[in-house]
């Protein structure tokens, strides 16, 4: 008899829009936003994709999205995918100081609630960089996860506080914290291989064979489905990029082949999170350091 099978496969969108051309290419060009004003088409195509598989995605959304594009958010929640927040104007947090981080935090929660009624619990950094404070920050405000690193693959983890390195001493786990990572990977991003960019600082070549993508994602996946039979499969996709067309039927073949296997699921990050923390509590990864190395169990 076959061992029964529980994998899930998150989708998730960053609805980046205008915002990401603003504030992190500080673009000046109206042809450069026009690239953004894509994005509202592809998330109607999106949506008309996943409901023919009665999944539902997460979508990471800037404040600026929100107030651009209303009508598409709400939309989106009437819908019953999920909303992240995704700052305000795609702002890199290791570029600001600790209040204009929470500035950014705060207008981003401000615009979801004013335009759709929801206050996110799940957040995702734009360039996936988080800064000391960003942890921090998310406690405070309430948030359950993050979704900005790459500390394991299939499987969640406690986000920590205070970690400390240098290229003299031993690595220094800081304390883990109620706040779940739900892990990212570029060779899960559709930005890398399909997105142009030129600017002062180099280019982004992209516009590669959607077979290259699709490849790697079916493999991802064949690898958990065969190997570790459970976890979580987290997909990152951009509407203004997944949303052309010859992209959107390859992700159309990459949801047909998920599918054709039993004992797989769609969900939403804030879904998963949940379920995944029952029974558990804040925890070093396993394996991790000597106990000297432990020292925030007395002064943090």
């Not at 401000?110 to 009624?117: F, N, P, Q, S």
């Not at 000391?132 to 405070?140: K, N, Q």
């Not at 003299?168 to 960019?197: C, I, M, N, Q, S």
């Not at 994602?217 to 203004?240: C, R, S, V």
Request: hydrophobic fraction near 35%; aromatic fraction near 12%.
């Amino acid at each position: 008899m076959a061992p029964h099978k529980n994998v899930t496969i998150a989708l998730t969108f960053d609805f980046d829009a205008y915002s990401t051309w603003i504030g992190t290419f500080g673009a000046t060009s109206p042809s450069m936003l026009s690239r953004g004003e894509f994005g509202p088409v592809g998330v109607r195509r999106i949506q008309a994709l996943l409901k023919r598989y009665d999944a539902k995605g997460t979508f990471f959304t800037p404040g600026h999205t929100a107030l651009a594009f209303p009508d598409h958010v709400r939309e989106l929640v009437d819908n019953g995918h999920e909303i992240g927040h995704h700052g305000w104007v795609h702002e890199n947090p290791i570029t600001l100081a600790p209040d204009e981080e929470r500035a950014v935090l705060e207008r981003g929660l401000e615009a979801l609630d004013k335009i759709a009624g929801v206050r996110p619990v799940g957040y995702r950094s734009p360039a996936w960089d988080n800064s000391p404070s960003t942890i921090p920050l998310l406690l405070e405000m309430g948030f359950e996860y993050e979704s900005s690193m790459m500390g394991a693959d299939f499987t969640p983890y406690w986000c920590r506080i205070g970690d400390e390195w240098s290229t003299t001493e031993e690595y220094r786990f800081g304390k883990p914290v109620d706040l779940v990572e739900v892990p990212v990977a570029w060779h899960l991003d559709d930005w890398p291989y399909f997105e142009f960019v030129v600017t002062p600082m180099g280019t982004t070549t992209g516009l590669r064979n959607p077979n290259d993508p699709l490849t790697v994602w079916k493999e991802e996946f064949d690898y958990l489905y065969q190997n570790i039979g459970a976890g979580l499969l987290t997909i990152t996709m951009h509407p203004q990029v997944i949303g052309r067309g010859y992209r959107m039927l390859m992700l159309e073949r990459f949801l047909e082949h998920v599918v054709k296997h039993e004992g797989v699921s769609f969900s939403t990050c804030d879904a998963y999170t949940r379920q995944w923390r029952k029974g558990k509590t804040p925890s070093l990864p396993d394996g991790a350091g000597p106990a000297r190395s432990r020292a925030w169990d007395s002064t943090l």
